[in-house]
């Protein structure tokens, strides 16, 4: 009923709605407003475009007022990964190895906490895929000179899109004029105010954006032996990467 603009119901807990659009104010600053007749708000009164955003609610599993609602958001990941490693003995004076390390975490349903069902869940798909390469080289160039040359990747990918980007929300509510993307495809984030406000439909943990750092490490060791005596020296260069992008 509430949906439709009936909130008669709440007149037995004294709670009344008031019309907006009635507000008069005296020149002391006191302001008043008229109630809607029987708490219903008329059809030709109500948004259009939050009645369709409002359109997606489940219905209740009981017959209260507030708190009538059970949900289920079943929660799950799948966890995937391989790790790989070379050796190649070229000679007595040269060895090589290669190491390469891969993993993916995906979400097995769109839910990540306890959260409202689409689309009005806090929630996005998240996706993490650390990748490690390494190469090394080693040279005996004689019994008491040995060099390391080794050359390595980290990478640690983070793609994120959302579960209802594609259900084009705003466009079948009526609004036009929004740029291209999540703003105008996506379920919008809409927050409340005032006492015993509800959840917010989305929220900020729904935003989606990629994120991918990455580290190039360059690094090459001479270790010299003389009796009982050893001496290591080494020069290492890194290049970072962080690569971000919002929609």
């Avoid at 929300?169 to 005032?194: E, H, M, R």
């Avoid at 010299?224 to 690569?243: E, P």
């Amino acid at each position: 009923a509430e949906r439709s603009g009936d909130f008669s119901a709440l007149l037995a807990s004294g709670i009344t709605v008031y019309d907006p659009g009635s507000t008069t104010c005296t020149a002391g600053g006191v302001c008043t407003r008229t109630p809607f007749a029987g708490n219903i708000i008329p059809q030709n009164r109500m948004s259009k475009v939050s009645q369709s955003f409002q359109s997606y609610l489940p219905n209740p599993t009981t017959n209260a007022l507030q708190s009538n609602y059970l949900e289920s958001a079943p929660i799950g990941y799948h966890d995937n990964s391989t790790t790989d490693k070379v050796d190649v003995n070229l000679n007595e004076k040269n060895t090589f190895y290669a190491l390469f390390s891969h993993g993916h975490r995906s979400q097995t349903t769109p839910y990540r906490s306890n959260v409202l069902p689409l689309p009005y869940g806090n929630t996005r798909l998240v996706d993490e895929l650390p990748t490690t390469a390494m190469a090394k080289w080693t040279f005996v160039a004689t019994p008491s000179l040995v060099n390391q040359l080794t050359y390595g990747l980290s990478r640690f990918n983070v793609p994120q899109t959302s579960p209802t980007i594609s259900g084009n929300y705003p466009a079948q509510a009526g609004l036009t004029g929004l740029p291209p993307g999540q703003a105008g495809n996506d379920f919008p984030v809409i927050n409340w105010s005032g006492p015993e406000s509800p959840d917010a439909w989305r929220g900020t943990n729904a935003q989606i954006f990629n994120d991918t750092q990455n580290t190039f490490t360059l690094q090459d060791n001479v270790q010299w032996t003389r009796g009982k005596h050893s001496l290591i020296l080494g020069v290492q260069m890194q290049w970072l990467q962080a690569n971000e992008r919002e929609y």
